[in-house]
């Protein structure tokens, strides 16, 4: 399998713009979820979805921050409009049912710099 | 609420042996470990489920002692491509939550 993948893999903007972080899950997958890391807070869940569906979003930040998934092969995070403070690394993962005893398999990662 | 994992680094010679600690402060379900290089994505190790097993993975393995809220993994004759930030996830027991909470992470250093 291909495993997750995320696109950009790198990404400079400037303040105020709007980002948008794709990512295709693993095949067979029904959970995907979206991590923040930085060196202050570490790995952070920003939100994650079951058979497409948002479950938690209680770790996204503000408004600014959102997330979709039309359907089980694409999700995005959008941030609008952008700040300095976000710039960070953002993973995208997916499991098969969930943590419960499960792997979650990471992306390569966004490396989000707003400046 | 974030597990805390000791100690915040690590610096070891090849074939050293080290042990990372995970701490929570809530019941645990599961305890999930990652290995992390430098600008690579987090990679799955093991994961421990409730019941104080204790799992291995080469020359790694790691225990969970659901009495204590805790798990360790345990490096044994460490070599050079096990250094990397290793990360500890958490599950707690009755969240209803399926994500997974890390701590802050444990930079572990091998040298020759």
């Known amino acids: 399998d291909a495993g997750v993948i995320q696109s950009p893999r790198h990404e400079v903007t400037e303040m105020g713009q709007e980002v948008t972080l794709r990512c295709k899950p693993i095949?067979?997958?029904?959970?995907l979820f979206w991590y923040r890391q930085t060196m202050m807070r570490g790995l952070e869940l920003l939100i994650y979805?079951?058979?497409?569906?948002?479950?938690?979003d209680s770790g996204m930040p503000e408004d600014r921050f959102s997330a979709k998934m039309p359907n089980a092969s694409f999700s995005t995070l959008k941030i609008q409009p952008s700040e300095p403070r976000d710039s960070a690394v953002y993973f995208c993962?997916?499991?098969?049912?969930?943590?419960?005893?499960?792997?979650?398999?990471f992306g390569e990662g966004s490396w989000l710099t707003v400046v | 609420q974030q597990p805390v994992q000791s100690p915040q680094a690590v610096i070891l010679r090849e074939g050293e042996d080290a042990v990372i600690n995970c701490s929570s402060s809530?019941?645990?379900?599961?305890v999930h470990w990652y290995r992390q290089k430098h600008g690579e994505a987090p990679v799955f190790l093991m994961i421990?489920?409730?019941?104080?097993e204790q799992k291995g993975h080469e020359k790694i393995s790691a225990s969970f002692n659901e009495k204590k809220q805790q798990s360790s993994l345990y490096l044994t004759a460490s070599q050079l491509s096990y250094s990397g930030t290793y990360f500890c996830?958490?599950?707690?027991?009755?969240?209803?939550?399926?994500?997974?909470?890390f701590g802050k992470g444990t930079h572990l250093i091998i040298q020759p």
């Open positions: 993962a997916s499991s098969l049912r969930g943590f419960s005893g499960n792997t979650i398999y």
């Open positions: 095949s067979g997958h029904d959970y």
């Open positions: 979805f079951n058979n497409n569906v948002p479950i938690d």
């Open positions: 809530k019941a645990l379900y599961s």
């Open positions: 421990l489920l409730k019941g104080g």
């Open positions: 996830g958490t599950l707690y027991s009755g969240g209803g939550a399926d994500g997974l909470t």
